[in-house]
């Protein structure tokens, strides 16, 4: 189960992934320093972090957990001050 509650995220990178209308966040927790990777869906407001020991994505289902790494989500992209990036999807049609 994956827990953040009480924990700030600070937003490193973006990638934006546009054939999967989604968004791929590298993040760092304040308080233990550790990265976290996230898979954001801009569309129905889904988050999903990865998990590095089992080796799959878990989607963040805890409201205050989902709303923390959405709040801090929204903030990167409005203060546009880490880098960002868009992924060419015609380099993903050939896969």
């Known amino acids: 189960m994956l827990t953040l509650t009480g924990s700030k995220l600070i937003f ?23 990265t976290k990777i996230y898979l ?12 590095g020991i089992k080796g799959n994505w878990e989607e963040v289902v805890d409201i205050e957990d989902r709303q923390n790494v959405w709040e801090g989500f929204e903030r990167a992209v409005i203060e546009r001050k880490i880098p960002s990036f868009v992924a060419d999807s015609s380099h993903f049609a050939a896969l």
């Open 12 to 34: 490193k990178h973006m990638v934006e992934l546009p054939h999967c209308e989604c968004v791929f966040c590298s993040t760092q927790d304040e308080a233990t320093r550790r």
């Open 40 to 51: 954001v869906f801009k569309e129905n407001h889904k988050v999903y972090q990865r998990n």
